[in-house]
Structures are given as structure tokens and as C-alpha cells.
């Protein structure tokens, strides 16, 4: 089946620094997703990228659609601990179908 | 802000005991889905619906599992009886229609502990 991997699978990093993660597949994907999800909350939408090669920004967040379709990158520039969390790619195949999860990154920030 | 809503937070039953869960999708939101995610993983989903109508329940244990969106607003997901594997974070999301179809928004979760 479908399988989104994800890494780093965790990040133990200094306030300030800037942190990479990526996510990448075997299948191609028309819509990729970047959520991050905080102990004992629901996931929470940060970018949707809809168009291969497109780069998206979100205040001090970016995310890249790959070219190939088949991977997406997120940066965060000059972390703060409020970025602590579980950040998860998300694909779907098609316009209406089910997400689907990669196994996420967890992000701890030192003060 | 608009928020999907869901109830209970949490959620403590014995085994063999039914146990619901209601969600109620941001106003305007015809798609709904409820996950299952369990500890240390991404969601899966379980039941898609669009409006009162099942799209995609291929995921949902059927024999224990149901879920219901009646009116085509809120919708409530059943499990009976439940097992001491369905203990996971059950999260409901909804979506609009047309582009933005595949942006999800979530609401906070039921937290199920099965004892």
C-alpha cells in the first residue's frame, strides 16, 4: 500500500537554529500536506501544496512540492519552543480521497 | 475562529463495553472523516462521509465499528464491544468542497482507554 516516509523521526535542537525534515514516497501524489500535531490535540493544517515544484510560506515556515512528485521538504527558520511537536506529511492521490499519514517528526526545541 | 468540535475529551471503558463519540465539522463543511491514530503514529482513517452518505468505510471494523452522519452535520461513531486494542486517539476532521477539498481540519480528539 501506500507508505509516506518521513525523517528525521525526531529532532532535539537549540532555540534560534533553523530545522529541515522531509518526506518522501515511492507513488506520485498530486497534493501534499504538512500538519503538526501538539501532545493531546488534533493534527493542525500548516501548508497544502497543490502544484509540483510550487513553494509555499507560512510565516517562518516553508514546504516545497518536489518536482518528481514523489517527495515534499518543510523548514522551519529560527525555531522557537513553541515549535515543539509531531510534524506529519499527508498525501492524497486525487481531489476528495482519504489522507494519508507519513510517520512524522518529532521536534523538541531547547531553550 | 471556526473549530471542529468533538466529545468527550476522554474516554475510560472496560472491555465488552459500547462507547460513542460525537463530532460536530466546521459550519459549511460537507466532508467529514473520523481517524484512528494510535500512540506513535500518523492517523488513519476509518469512515468517510459526504453529507449524510458513506464514501469510504473499506478501513472501518465493521463488526464492532459504526458510524452515522444522519442530517449531514454531526455525526457520532460507535464502537460495541469495544477491546483493549481499540485503546488509540479517535479525531475527527472535515473539509469544504472544491479545491481546498483535500485541507482537512481537525478537531481535538477522544482519547480511548479500554481497561
Known amino acids: 500500500g501506500q507508505q509516506l516516509n518521513q525523517s528525521p523521526q525526531s529532532m532535539f535542537i537549540q532555540e534560534g537554529e533553523d530545522v529541515s525534515m522531509n518526506c518522501t514516497s515511492s507513488?506520485?501524489?498530486?497534493?501534499w500536506l504538512w500538519y503538526k500535531q501538539e501532545p493531546g490535540e488534533g493534527p493542525v493544517l500548516l501548508i497544502a501544496?497543490?502544484?509540483?515544484?510550487e513553494l509555499t510560506s507560512n510565516g517562518r515556515l516553508t514546504a516545497q512540492f518536489g518536482i518528481t512528485r514523489k517527495d515534499s521538504f518543510l523548514n522551519i527558520s529560527a525555531s522557537i519552543p513553541s515549535d515543539v511537536g509531531i510534524y506529519f506529511c499527508?498525501?492524497?492521490?486525487?481531489?476528495?480521497?482519504?489522507?494519508?499519514f507519513g510517520g512524522g517528526t518529532r521536534l523538541m526545541v531547547k531553550p | 475562529e471556526a473549530e471542529v468540535a468533538q466529545s468527550p475529551r476522554y474516554k475510560i471503558t472496560e472491555k465488552s463495553q459500547a462507547v460513542a463519540f460525537w463530532c460536530d465539522p466546521i459550519?459549511?463543511?460537507?466532508?467529514l472523516y473520523w481517524y484512528r491514530q494510535i500512540l506513535g503514529q500518523g492517523p488513519e482513517l476509518l469512515v468517510q462521509?459526504?453529507?449524510?452518505?458513506?464514501?469510504?468505510d473499506s478501513q472501518l471494523p465493521k463488526d464492532r465499528f459504526s458510524a452515522e452522519r444522519l442530517k449531514g452535520v454531526d455525526s457520532t461513531l460507535k464502537i460495541q464491544p469495544a477491546e483493549l486494542g481499540d485503546s488509540a486517539m479517535y479525531l475527527c476532521?472535515?473539509?469544504?468542497?472544491?479545491?481546498?477539498?483535500?485541507?482537512?481540519?481537525f478537531g481535538p480528539g477522544t482519547r480511548l482507554t479500554v481497561l
Open positions: 499527508a498525501v492524497t492521490p486525487n481531489a476528495g480521497n482519504m489522507l494519508t
Open positions: 476532521a472535515s473539509s469544504f468542497r472544491g479545491r481546498a477539498y483535500n485541507e482537512q481540519f
Open positions: 501544496l497543490y502544484k509540483a515544484g
Open positions: 462521509f459526504q453529507d449524510e452518505s458513506v464514501v469510504d
Open positions: 459550519s459549511g463543511h460537507a466532508t
Open positions: 507513488s506520485i501524489f498530486n497534493t
